[in-house]
């Protein structure tokens, strides 16, 4: 990671690429719409309509990032660095195969670079199961440092609820976390992916937002979650890294929302989340047999019992992009088929679900949604008109296309900014925009078939796509 941290420190998201491209779109689909719908009328009505609240939600996040960016640079102003007094536990769960070795030895290293002068009660818990491929390699890792632990999963561990996968690693961590007596609450706990590093913004905004934390007392959060970005030089294909560009930006949208006004209701991703121990303590990860996105999960059960305790802050993590187009695909699949696994498990508030639910339903019919299908559907039924039912609707389709515009295009200014250089490519913006109904399907297609996967109950299976080094 080569981005300045002064750079980092001066971004904020911008509003004009969504104002731009809103006024465009509605101007456009204005003078295109035909007084009277054809056959696609009712039907894109409802598709184009429907992600509204998903739209609506992720404005409200943007504006709540730029607030929160500049609340925190008025707080901070003048302050310093601060240090924290507790003892920081990174997790860090790993395959343990020989080709996700170097990206987690990069990852490892950018622990030990830039967590100790923010914490100097430093611990990194690197977990593998017994008798993977590359657990002597990742022995002699842990043994460079004296920050790092190996933690080695037994062969015979079982969970009480049959939990597989790494949520079963998590979760004897958490236990060893108990027995040890760190189930504290001066003790966080960063839960990290083996590809996903950190830099010197990282730690300096988890050290302001756990200051904040010991300030606040009562009203104290226990959760956090930053910005996941993806650096150009991890990118092994270009076009899955420009079609992740929507992550980053979801996390600075729809994600600030949520975790940001307290109550994680859409989730939370397994890179950058900061718990405090005590509170990982009364939840655990042992979620049964069928978890496949235990992330999720973990955070529907937060909103339930520690509402409002939530919070959202500046900091990056850096990670990379799927290695392939196909290990794109199977890491979408995947993570459709955990969520609705979520969505019909009645364990869960009833309220989060329906919640979940209307996001992974927006996802499922992405593929119909998506132009490039609409156009070949008017083709094959000699009837171009897509005109809405009524031109009322055209603002709702007008902000729902622009959101998804701004999406791409300042997801891949972040990304571009935690780069080297520090730029875009001058093709790159050009690039993004035009493929968005390419990445629509890149995206639509796999989640509809992680769905299928699910409603035919498929055996689930936790694909650890290759990481890139």
């Not at 981005?3 to 004009?16: D, E, I, K, N, T």
């Not at 509605?26 to 056959?39: F, R």
Request: overall charge positive; aromatic content about 10%.
């Amino acid at each position: 990671m080569g981005a300045s941290p002064r750079r980092l420190a001066r971004w904020r998201p911008a509003y004009s690429p969504l104002v731009l491209s809103y006024l465009i779109i509605v101007l456009s689909e204005t003078w295109l719409t035909q007084p009277h719908p054809g056959v696609l009328g009712w039907p894109l009505t409802v598709l184009w309509t429907w992600p509204i609240f998903t739209t609506l939600t992720g404005i409200v996040g943007l504006r709540r990032t730029r607030k929160a960016l500049r609340a925190s640079a008025a707080r901070w102003s003048g302050r310093g660095s601060p240090t924290s007094d507790g003892l920081l536990v990174v997790v860090v769960p790993t395959i343990g195969r020989h080709d996700t070795h170097p990206a987690l030895e990069r990852s490892v290293h950018s622990y030990i670079t830039w967590l100790p002068p923010c914490f100097p009660r430093l611990r990194i818990d690197v977990l593998v199961d017994e008798g993977s491929e590359g657990h002597e390699r990742i022995a002699a890792l842990a043994a460079s440092s004296e920050m790092v632990r190996l933690v080695t999963v037994p062969a015979g561990y079982r969970t009480p609820n049959g939990t597989r996968f790494k949520a079963r690693a998590a979760h004897y961590a958490h236990e060893l976390r108990i027995r040890e007596g760190e189930a504290r609450d001066d003790v966080w706990v960063l839960h990290m992916d083996d590809d996903t590093g950190v830099g010197p913004d990282t730690a300096l905004a988890m050290a302001r937002f756990i200051a904040e934390q010991d300030e606040a007392g009562a009203a104290a959060k226990h959760l956090a979650q930053g910005i996941l970005t993806y650096p150009r030089e991890y990118a092994v294909n270009r076009l899955t890294w420009l079609a992740d560009s929507a992550r980053p930006a979801e996390d600075v949208g729809r994600f600030s929302a949520w975790t940001g006004s307290g109550t994680p209701r859409v989730g939370v991703h397994g890179e950058l989340l900061l718990v405090r121990a005590s509170v990982e303590a009364t939840i655990g990860w042992d979620f049964g047999p069928r978890s496949l996105v235990e992330d999720a999960q973990f955070a529907l059960i937060f909103s339930d019992r520690y509402e409002g305790r939530s919070a959202w802050f500046a900091g990056r993590c850096y990670g990379a992009s799927p290695a392939s187009v196909r290990d794109f695909f199977r890491q979408r699949e995947r993570w459709s088929w955990g969520l609705a696994g979520l969505v019909f498990n009645p364990t869960l508030r009833l309220r989060n679900r329906l919640l979940l639910g209307y996001s992974v339903m927006s996802w499922v019919i992405g593929p119909i949604q998506n132009v490039a299908v609409v156009m070949l559907v008017a083709l094959l039924i000699a009837d171009p008109n897509t005109s809405p039912t009524t031109v009322l609707i055209i603002p709702l389709w007008a902000v729902n296309m622009a959101y998804v515009v701004w999406m791409y295009w300042e997801g891949l200014r972040v990304n571009a900014g935690v780069s080297g250089d520090g730029r875009r490519r001058w093709w790159e913006p050009v690039a993004v925009v035009a493929l968005i109904p390419l990445f629509g399907l890149m995206e639509g297609l796999p989640g509809l078939r992680g769905f299928v996967k699910f409603a035919r109950r498929t055996e689930n299976r936790f694909l650890v796509i290759a990481k890139p080094s």
